[in-house]
């Protein structure tokens, strides 16, 4: 048995039904998951992810995720928004959020890709951006970490005084 085929029974073994989760995924390549039995999830907007990862092509975010997080993340290309894989009990520091960051309660599914889907396209836009290879969860700390500096630049971004070019007295005129 290889490490994805691990990583999708654990996965699977999450439903109260893990036969339904096979079939969805052989089907229609994505299946609706509970959180909170054997992972957690937390939802990043894909603003605050660019901005802490300062990039928005999807090779450099994957790299930089799998090197921060060290473990799964799945992102959702029409939602816009990452999901990493936590400990069903781990918490963040909500101190350090930005909107739109939300952890999953227990019960909330979540949409999760069959493990051959890793990239985006138009028919996949549900993807692993950062495959788990074996199963695994994101380190909390670290989710956190990427949560308040993406959040930090994006304040920069806001909090920058604005140049007007070009612009004309019109009192004067």
Avoid at 21 to 26: H, L, M, R
Avoid at 53 to 81: K, M, Q, Y
Avoid at 145 to 167: H, M, N, S, Y
Wanted: proline share 9%; glycine share 6%; aromatic share 6%.
């Amino acid at each position: 048995m290889n490490s994805r085929t691990s990583m999708a029974q654990w996965l699977a073994a999450s439903h109260p039904d893990p036969r339904r989760v096979w079939a969805e995924w052989t089907e229609h390549g994505i299946a609706v998951i509970p959180v909170g039995q054997t992972f957690g999830a937390v939802r990043i907007p894909d603003a605050v992810v660019h901005a802490a990862v300062e990039s928005t092509h999807p090779d450099d975010i994957a790299f930089a995720l799998s090197e921060r997080l060290d473990g799964p993340v799945i992102h959702d290309g029409r939602g816009r928004n990452f999901y990493p894989l936590l400990r069903p009990e781990d918490r963040l520091d909500w101190h350090t959020t930005a909107p739109g960051v939300e952890h999953l309660t227990p019960h909330t599914h979540l949409g999760v890709p069959a493990m051959n889907r890793c990239e985006y396209t138009r028919e996949t836009p549900i993807y692993w951006s950062v495959p788990g290879t074996e199963p695994s969860h994101c380190h909390s700390a670290s989710v956190a970490l990427l949560i308040r500096v993406g959040t930090a630049r994006l304040a920069e971004v806001t909090d920058q005084p604005k140049t007007v070019v070009g612009r004309r007295d019109l009192g004067s005129a």
